[in-house]
Nanobody, 123 residues
């Protein structure tokens, strides 16, 4: 079992940057594929980015490709989401997600979620 705690959200102007962090509990962090999702008001939760167990493979939604970078530090049990060139449409609550399987993380059907961190981009 793993517990996830996100941090790093906030208010930023369009074109700016933020880095989100997700700290995981437990000693088996490296056995989990990690992902970031977001949910804007009135919209369904959507996949943003994912990263494999060792960090060797990454996956991105088309809407963030080239602007966002996901990374992980298994020694610190932490996954990051570097967000650059932010747009107003990136405004959402961002959630961290974990599962042992890539397909489950990308679909967002795993059991482990953080509580979310708010990102607001002002235009």
């Amino acid at each position: 079992q793993v517990q996830l705690v996100e941090s790093g959200g906030g208010l930023v102007q369009a074109g700016g940057s933020l880095r989100l962090s997700c700290a995981a509990s437990g000693r088996t962090f490296s056995s989990y594929v990690m992902g970031w999702f977001r949910q804007a008001p009135g919209k369904e939760r959507e996949f943003v980015a994912g990263i494999s167990w060792s960090g060797g493979s990454t996956y991105y939604a088309d809407s963030v490709e080239g602007r966002f970078t996901i990374s992980r530090d298994n020694a610190k049990n932490t996954v990051y989401l570097q967000m650059n060139s932010l747009k107003s449409e990136d405004t959402a609550v961002y959630y961290c997600h974990a599962d042992p399987h890539v397909d489950t993380v990308v679909r967002g059907t795993g059991d482990y979620w953080g509580q979310g961190t708010q990102v607001t981009v002002s235009s």
